[in-house]
């Protein structure tokens, strides 16, 4: 009955009141699907990529914290903020299931109209990226153009990451390991060193002893694990939208991703298992 008490008592005047719509922008949020063709599937296209783009935004939102609270020493509350990464990641992985639904004809009705727009200039994926420890400098270089996403981006290339601020976590827990490896130059990428894997090897052979530490080590190739499905998902869609064409940022497109896939990021925690 439209008369039900149920919802009579909720409220509707919204004259001097924050309205849900107010409060989320929506007018603005749903402004931002701007079509360039009348191709039915450009609004998929478009809404994929800003769907992600959030889930982005909200992934470097609890990287940053949790990275913070390890500089700290405080591994327990990085833990819930990790696992919302990893939730996150999920939510990513599976849009490409829904982009998938489109084929390559269908994306042929719009592709020429952006030109040379491309996720490979995504200034939050590369964020992600360099806070997950991915270094490349020459990833810089698509925002030259712009100085303040490039000088965030150069700062964050030039901190610690994620994992080696889980490293000099495992060195205050008495670990000790080298300066080579607490004080490099964190604009290269990582390279595995033998004494850091010795030292996870010992938290994973003695788990109750160093718990906290084991904890963050599952959570850290959650992370890894969950960014490697994302990437293969995206490999697998690009490929059967566009086949071996050179991606429309001029990178080699599907050859380019599966280079990618390879990288990773956590090695010894990988290495780990098969000296266990």
């Given amino acids: 009955m439209n008369d039900s008490p149920d919802y009579q008592e909720a409220h509707t005047d919204f004259r001097h009141s924050l309205s849900y719509g107010g409060y989320l922008a929506l007018d603005d949020l749903l402004s931002l ?28 939102h609890e990287l940053r914290s949790a990275m913070q609270l390890l500089e700290e020493g405080r591994i327990d509350p990085s833990l ?33 109209a952006f030109g040379a727009a491309s996720g490979f200039q995504s200034y939050q994926y590369r964020m992600v990226e360099f806070l997950l420890g991915n270094r490349n400098p020459f990833m810089l270089r698509p925002f030259a153009h712009e100085a303040q996403r490039h000088a965030e981006l150069e700062a964050a290339l030039r901190a610690p990451s994620l994992y080696d601020l889980s490293l000099r976590l495992l060195d205050r827990q008495g670990f000790e390991l080298p300066a080579a490896v607490l004080e490099r130059d964190f604009s290269r990428p990582y390279e595995p060193h033998p004494e850091v894997l010795a030292a996870w090897l010992e938290v994973y052979r003695h788990t109750s002893k160093h718990w906290d530490l084991y904890y963050l080590a599952e959570k850290l190739v959650d992370v890894e694990d969950n960014f490697r ?26 050859g380019y991703l599966r280079k990618a896939i390879e990288t990773v990021l956590f090695p010894e925690l990988w290495q780990v298992r098969t000296e266990l």
């Fill in 33 to 60: 699907q701007r079509p360039l063709t009348d191709a039915h599937d450009e609004m998929l296209f478009i809404v994929i990529h800003q769907v992600s783009e959030l889930w982005m935004r909200q992934v470097i």
């Fill in 229 to 254: 499905r994302w990437r293969f998902n995206h490999l697998t869609t690009v490929e059967r939208m566009i086949g071996f064409k050179r991606g429309s940022g001029g990178t080699a497109g599907v």
């Fill in 80 to 112: 819930k903020m990790l696992t919302r990464v990893v939730r996150a990641q999920e939510q990513m992985t599976n849009a490409w299931e829904v982009l998938k639904t489109m084929t390559p004809a269908d994306y042929l009705e719009f592709r020429s």
